[in-house]
């Protein structure tokens, strides 16, 4: 039942004081912690929490509650002692923050069930929430998305990318709040307390902007109605608050963010403030009971259907970023879960065949990478399957995201395509040469480099139903085709494509590589020196036995080629699985800045055609 106000503010004021209290007393234990940045927003969650979101604290995956992301994900102890309140674990538990036994982290992270996406790398929750708003209009559904951020935040451009999409997708189940307390961690923060700066922007940027006392549980309460009856734009709450509020002698100071109170007469201190902070609450109103489940809807379980196989000639030529294009199109038709996001590059990367089959569920970005990846995670935190893709290169413009998406463990699958020098005449700033080691170095992303059409259909299938995060990185030059339709591939395995009883080294490559690696085999093998001829299609996981066994069949003598630069790439992802077998590995990589010029001038100029894998086996061979 409703609650009436001169009920619920006492009972709200109570929770906020709670809430503080809690955020004090568990970062001091800790003895880590930002305390005053959780107090400022205190009233916000508390008024969110108990009077606005719908949710189940038993059942916080249900596909139809209410989301909430703290943006300002420092704020975490605010974040566990609300859920705490709400009845989802002990708040015995709270006095654990930060421990190593406790998924209680310094930020949050999806470790804990009411978690969608890890933050605290600032600029990253509110493009995560277009992601989960986007997967409520999705599947149909009346969730609400709720996205804090802090005033200091406000200054990342992630954020900006963000607004500028939820506005044009008119997402109006989105509603963020800005906890405008005018401190940041050194100083004071861009506009402090001019809250015209903050509505002005927001406005400008097609949302709808609300301007209120951030400790008056009325005005809250007032702004989050609203919030809920603007259609057509998203909203921003733009709260003024006091950093540390409702511990007057650090309120509104400098020099306490990221600052615990001291065990003892400090802690203490500022506790015995808040104590005198409760009011008297009508009996009988508990506001955790309370709490609006989210309505019942009769979701059927997904069931994909089978994926169209590849249908290539052999020896036809095919793009990967063509067959990548195809494939997630099949998907489309074949899973409604599955999503793509572009960064206005479809026409280049393919995706665009994806639009043409389900363009409800094929989102716009513009040139904004940052907010494309972030979506995506909340997209895939929500149970979309979503396939954001741009040039490779561009990538590295989202990195942190890609990071972030890595310790939130979600279903990403990315796909980057323009990948090294063969792309030719466009130059250094548009060929990708680091992606396959920015990818590598997170523990949990898969990453593809498929060769041909039919290993990017098939490639593109597995990375959609392998768990984790997924990069698949595809290239511009048409290749020939060299598997048959119904070959089949394994994440973590190799194909050998060469290979005999008297082989004198094995070549590994990958994408555009294995067919200089392959031009190199009919050249040796004319001079009578075969060679055995591997796709590493899987660069991470790889297959360390099928690697060994083919170095130790060959001599020793394995030698890697890739369009990537020597570090972090396939040559170092070979070494360290081979290392332990006692084997070594002779790289050919791109080894300084590229420049323009035609495809095959450039495998050439930079030390990775056909001719240079041909004079590298020369030279191991003649060592033995």
Not at 294 to 305: E, I, L, Q, Y
Not at 531 to 553: F, Q, T
Request: net charge negative.
């Amino acid at each position: 039942m409703p609650v009436d106000r001169s009920s619920l503010i006492p009972a709200l004021t109570n929770i906020a004081t709670r809430l503080r209290i809690d955020s004090l007393t568990s970062t001091s234990e800790a003895g880590s912690g930002h305390p005053t940045s959780c107090c400022s927003a205190a009233d916000l969650v508390a008024a969110l929490f108990f009077a606005e979101m719908r949710f189940d604290p038993k059942d916080p995956h249900n596909v139809d509650s209410d989301r909430f992301i703290l943006s300002k994900g420092h704020a975490a102890p605010l974040l566990y002692a609300a859920w705490a309140e709400a009845g989802a674990f002990d708040r015995s538990e709270l006095l654990k923050l930060r421990t190593l036994e406790s998924d209680l982290e310094g930020h949050p992270t999806p470790r804990l069930p009411f978690v969608d996406v890890a933050t605290g790398s600032l600029g990253q929750g509110i493009c995560a929430g277009v992601g989960c708003a986007l997967n409520a209009r999705r599947i149909k559904s009346d969730y609400r998305t709720f996205v804090l951020l802090g005033d200091g935040e406000s200054a990342e451009g992630s954020v900006w990318e963000a607004a500028d999409v939820a506005a044009m997708d008119g997402l109006d189940s989105l509603c963020g709040m800005t906890d405008v307390n005018a401190l940041g961690q050194s100083r004071a923060t861009m506009w402090q307390h001019d809250m015209e700066q903050f509505a002005r922007r927001w406005r400008a940027f097609g949302w709808h902007a609300i301007v209120i006392d951030g400790h008056d549980l009325n005005a809250i309460l007032d702004a989050y109605a609203e919030a809920r009856q603007t259609k057509g734009q998203p909203t921003m709450i733009l709260a003024r608050t006091i950093k540390g509020k409702g511990v007057s002698w650090v309120e509104g100071k400098n020099g306490w963010h990221g600052k615990t109170f001291k065990k003892g007469d400090e802690l203490d201190r500022a506790l015995a403030e808040l104590d005198k902070q409760f009011v008297p609450a009508a009996g009988g109103v508990d506001l955790a009971r309370q709490i609006p489940k989210p309505a019942a809807v009769a979701r059927p379980a997904v069931t994909p259907k089978p994926i169209a196989p590849p249908t290539y000639t052999l020896g036809e030529a095919v793009a990967t970023r063509e067959a990548y294009g195809a494939a997630i199109a099949k998907l489309a038709t074949a899973d409604p879960r599955v999503v793509a996001l572009d960064a206005d590059v479809k026409n280049s990367t393919f995706s665009d065949k994806f639009e043409k089959v389900a363009p409800e569920r094929f989102f716009e970005n513009f040139i904004a990478e940052q907010v494309m990846i972030g979506a995506s995670m909340g997209l895939a935190a929500r149970g979309a399957i979503p396939f954001p893709s741009t040039f490779a290169c561009f990538l590295s413009r989202a990195y942190d995201f890609i990071r972030m998406a890595a310790i939130s463990g979600v279903g990403i699958k990315m796909a980057g395509s323009h990948a090294g020098v063969s792309i030719g005449e466009d130059g250094p700033s548009q060929m990708a040469l680091e992606d396959l080691a920015m990818c590598r170095a997170e523990p949990n992303i898969t990453v593809l480099y498929p060769s041909d059409g039919v290993s990017a259909e098939r490639l593109v299938a597995l990375a959609a139903y392998h768990p984790g995060p997924a990069y698949i990185r595809t290239s511009r030059p048409k290749t020939p085709v060299i598997y048959s339709n119904e070959e089949t591939f394994t994440v973590g395995g190799l194909k050998v494509l060469r290979e005999s009883a008297n082989d004198v080294a094995t070549v590994i490559g990958a994408g555009i590589t294995v067919f200089e690696a392959l031009k190199a085999y009919d050249q040796l093998k004319t001079a009578g020196m075969p060679i055995r001829v591997i796709d590493l299609y899987s660069v991470s996981p790889v297959d360390r036995e099928g690697l060994v066994a083919a170095g130790r069949a060959t001599g020793g003598r394995l030698i890697t080629v890739e369009d990537h630069y020597a570090a972090g790439g396939i040559g170092d992802a070979v070494a360290e699985a081979v290392a332990d077998a006692g084997l070594t590995v002779h790289r050919l990589a791109v080894r300084e800045i590229p420049r323009s010029g035609k495809p095959d001038e450039l495998l050439d100029r930079f030390g990775i055609s056909a001719a240079h894998i041909a004079d590298a086996v020369r030279a191991l061979a003649a060592r033995r």
